[in-house]
C-alpha cells in the first residue's frame, strides 16, 4: 500500500483567535491572521490499514491519544465517503522543551497525509476546512507566509487564504521563541478560551477591537510597516490575555518569568532595538523583529535573560506532500 507523507509548519497568530461560538465545528468569534514559520514542523505519514494506528514520536498511542486521532480521521472520511482505516506515523521537529504547541502543525500535516494516502487530492480551501475541525490553528499552517483564518458563519465559509498570492513575505521579519518556562501550562486553549467566552464581560470588548487589529495588522503588512506589525501583534496579545483575567474563576498564563522577559524586551526596546512580543496559551514569548537584527537581539537578549533558551525562526512555507 502506498504511504502519503506531508509536512506542515506551525504558525504563530499575530491577531489571536480566541473563543469559538461553535465547539463543535469549531467556528470562531473573529478572524486571525498568522505567520507560519520555518522552524518546528510535524512530519506525518499515513498508510491504508486493517485498523486505526497512531504512532507519535517513535511511541505506539493508545487510549485517549489513538481516539481523538481516530475522531479526526472519521471526519476526514466522512468528507471523502469512505471507511478506510488509516496507519498514521507522526513526527514533531519541534526542539525539546521549545515549549510551543504542536497542534497547529500536527492536525495540517495529518489532513494532507490522510487525504491523500485516501486517494484523494483536494484543493487548500478544503483541506483548510478539514484542519480547522482537528484544531481551530490549523486551518492557518496549510499555506504559508501571512494568513487569515476568516471566519466565516458555517462549515463550508471557514478556512484560511493566504494574505500573498504566492504565500511570499516582503518584508525581513523573524520570530524568536523565548522558552521562559518548561513548566505544563496550566489550562488548555480549548478549556480556556471556553471558560472565558462563557464567563468574561471583556470577551466582547475583545472580539470587537480583534476586528479593528486586523484592519491595522493587513495595513502595516501591505507597508512593510514591522513596527506596526509589532505594536499591533503585541497589544492584540495582551487584550486577549485580559478576557483570561475576567474570567470566572479568573486565570492567566503569565508566569513570574513571563513578566520578567516582558521587561527586558521593553528595557532592549527603549534603547532603540525594535522588538515586540507576543503570547499564546503558555508563558513563553514569542519576539517579533527584524532578521537583520535577530542575532543582536538574541544577544542583548541572552544576557538580560541568561535563564531563557532561544530559537529563531523565519517565515516558512505551507503544508505540502514529500512522498
Ligand atoms: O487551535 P488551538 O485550539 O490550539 O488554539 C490556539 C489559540 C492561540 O494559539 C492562543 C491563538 C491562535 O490564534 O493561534
Redesign the pocket.
Known sequence: MPISTAIAHTNI?LI???GKKDAQLILPYSN?L?LTLDQFYTQTSAQPAQEDSFILDGQVQHGPALAKVSQFLDLIRDHLNTSQKLAITSQNHVPTAAGL?S??SGLAALTLSATSALGATLPRKELSRLARRG????CRSIYGGFVEWQKGSDDATSYAVPLDVHEAVHLDIAIIALVVSKRPKKIA??AG?ASTVATSPFYPAFVKSNAVDLKAMKKAIVAKDLAAIGQIAEANALK?HATNLGAQPPFSYFLPETLQAIEAIHELRAKGFLCYFTM??GPNLKLICAGSDSEALMQALQAKLPEVTMILAKPGPGAHLVS
Do not use: E, I, L, V
Open positions: 497568530a489571536k483567535y480566541w486571525s498568522s504547541a497542534s497547529a484544531s481551530g490553528s490549523a486553549s480549548r478560551m486577549m499564546d496559551a
